[in-house]
């Protein structure tokens, strides 16, 4: 009002007279909780991988003792559920797209559930091999869909925080199996590594209930021509009934539903229903499709080269060739890395929305180089020394819970958010599948290798390796990587397809804003409707 007042004395002549309203800030919108509710429903899904990493670490200590089995066989044990994922994880787009992101959310916790009951009551290497297939398979699934579905429910001015959900929730189940570890410990040797990986299917039974509760993507509603549904839904998680307008009007241009159809079912194009996608994806990608595959692609790989399932999951080996030799101290230390993984994932998700995800991301990747150089080079202090060195065997612990928390604060959760952020909506859940896909498998290979790979060129040698790979992470991140912070789902396509010269298009989304009283968080507008398919040109 007060702006309105100062304009009508523009035009009338009259001096403009300023109040103390005019001197506040604007107010922040409030966030949106039946959106956060959504997407914290959607992410519980990630407690599942969470937990099977945590309890995993710490069980091979007893199924080993228990079973009688090599080395070999236990990094095979503990990495080939990240191989097995790519099952779940390559047919999650097409379930999806099927039968819905909600539904796909329920038959995750469903194959996980029977794969950890499955693990609970092995008898055996290979029947304990079995289930980690049939939960690998649920995990693949609950990787694929939980970022793209909190991507497709929130709104713009808190995607960001909202999307980094399945991050902060693969954090809490890894605390969840370190301290399942420690607690099962004390139990005799065949019973207790079972009832750790057995009581895996105790979240996934709340989880399918509490999914029940949630509503459908509306982005997936739009593509079955449900109109009337997605506007519901909308309307319940936008900040504001324009807002929720906007929404609706950028997802049906996506998907090529003309602007005057506003019944509540309508007849959807063809070719929105996902065929030729793969085309448009890998065959014939427009130069904006073949950024935003580049950097999904880029950033999964470089999540998991960098070494992180390698820490957490061998926690325990580094934490004893760093001087610790006793279980129970073990697995009470490997607490501490859960502990400070989730404290640091949790002031990650207030800061995503507010400082961007490139400063983050970068401040992240810097701070692991110098943390695993650091642990690389306090490790072979440790090995290379007869006796004990007391300042190397600090240093390596210390670096261990520094490098857990910088990955925390921007390479995990901006791994998730960014990826499932950037496709256009026709190419999203296979898109986002690729993304999982690269990134199980470089886990797989890390963590089915890393025992072989330390035993070549020492422990010490291993992370100088892991950082070097970051280190190229960080410049791929630099050049390649373009800010996403604000910007609508459909303006992606604008923003991408100029590759290291992505700072043009940047410029030039920023002016095409014509609303003059944007907080600069949400940029959905009229103008950038146009954009959102129409910018590549």
């Not at 007042?5 to 001197?23: C, H, L, M, Y």
């Not at 097409?94 to 916790?109: E, F, M, Q």
């Not at 290379?384 to 604060?409: C, G, P, Q, R």
Request: aromatic fraction near 10%; glycine fraction near 10%; proline fraction near 4%.
């Amino acid at each position: 009002m007060a702006d309105r007042r100062a304009e009508e004395n523009v035009v009338s002549g009259q001096p403009t007279q300023k109040t103390i309203a005019d001197f506040d800030p604007a107010p922040k919108p409030k966030r949106n909780k039946f959106a956060f509710a959504c997407a914290m429903l959607a992410s519980m899904t990630s407690i599942l991988l969470g937990y099977d990493i945590g309890v995993m670490s710490g069980a091979v200590i007893f199924i080993q003792d228990d079973l009688h089995v090599t080395d070999g066989k236990i990094q095979v044990l503990v990495g080939i559920l990240n191989l097995y994922s790519l099952i779940g994880s390559a047919a999650a787009g097409k379930t999806s797209d099927w039968i819905g992101r909600r539904y796909t959310i329920v038959l995750a916790g469903a194959i996980f559930f029977a794969g950890a009951l499955l693990m609970g009551f092995a008898t055996n290497y290979s029947f304990l091999m079995f289930g980690r297939f049939v939960a690998g398979i649920g995990v693949g699934y609950a990787l694929m869909i939980a970022p793209v579905y909190t991507a497709e429910v929130s709104p713009a001015s808190c995607r960001g925080f909202l999307t980094s959900f399945p991050e902060v929730f693969i954090n809490a189940g890894i605390l969840l199996g370190y301290i399942s570890n420690w607690a099962f410990s004390k139990l005799a040797l065949n019973l207790g590594w079972r009832l750790m990986l057995g009581v895996g299917a105790v979240p996934s039974v709340f989880l399918a209930l509490g999914v029940l509760a949630m509503p459908e993507s509306p982005r997936w509603l739009v593509m079955q021509g449900r109109l009337g549904d997605a506007k519901r839904v909308l309307d319940r998680t936008s900040d504001s009934m324009e807002e929720s307008k906007l929404r609706l009007a950028d997802i049906k241009e996506a998907a090529g539903i003309p602007e005057h159809c506003n019944e509540d079912v309508v007849q959807v194009p063809k070719h929105s229903h996902g065929e030729d996608v793969w085309k448009e994806l890998i065959l014939r990608p427009t130069p904006a499709v073949r950024h935003i595959l580049i950097a999904a692609v880029g950033i999964h790989f470089f999540q998991q080269a960098s070494g992180i399932d390698a820490v957490v999951l061998y926690s325990p080996r580094i934490f004893k060739k760093a001087g610790i030799k006793d279980k129970d101290k073990l697995l009470l230390a490997t607490i501490a890395v859960g502990s400070v993984k989730t404290a640091f994932i949790l002031v990650a998700t207030f800061f995503l929305d507010r400082i961007g995800r490139r400063p983050l991301l970068l401040t992240s990747v810097a701070g692991m180089i110098a943390s695993l150089g650091c642990l690389g080079f306090g490790l072979t202090i440790i090995v290379h020394s007869d006796e004990k060195i007391m300042w190397a065997i600090v240093l390596s612990i210390t670096m261990v819970l520094f490098y857990v928390a910088f990955f925390s604060i921007g390479m995990g959760p901006i791994t998730w958010v960014y990826s499932s952020e950037i496709f256009p909506l026709k190419l999203r859940a296979q898109g986002c599948s690729i993304g999982v896909a690269v990134n199980r498998v470089v886990s797989g290979v890390l963590s089915m290798t890393f025992l072989s790979l330390y035993k070549a060129i020492t422990i010490g040698g291993a992370f100088f390796l892991f950082a070097g790979i970051a280190a190229v992470g960080w410049v791929f991140f630099y050049t390649m990587l373009p800010e996403t912070q604000g910007r609508t789902l459909e303006d992606m396509e604008v923003l991408f397809g100029k590759f290291h010269k992505w700072k043009k298009a940047n410029a030039l989304l920023k002016n095409k804003q014509v609303d003059p009283n944007s907080n600069g968080n949400d940029t959905a507008n009229g103008g950038q409707v146009q954009l959102g398919t129409k910018g590549q040109d």
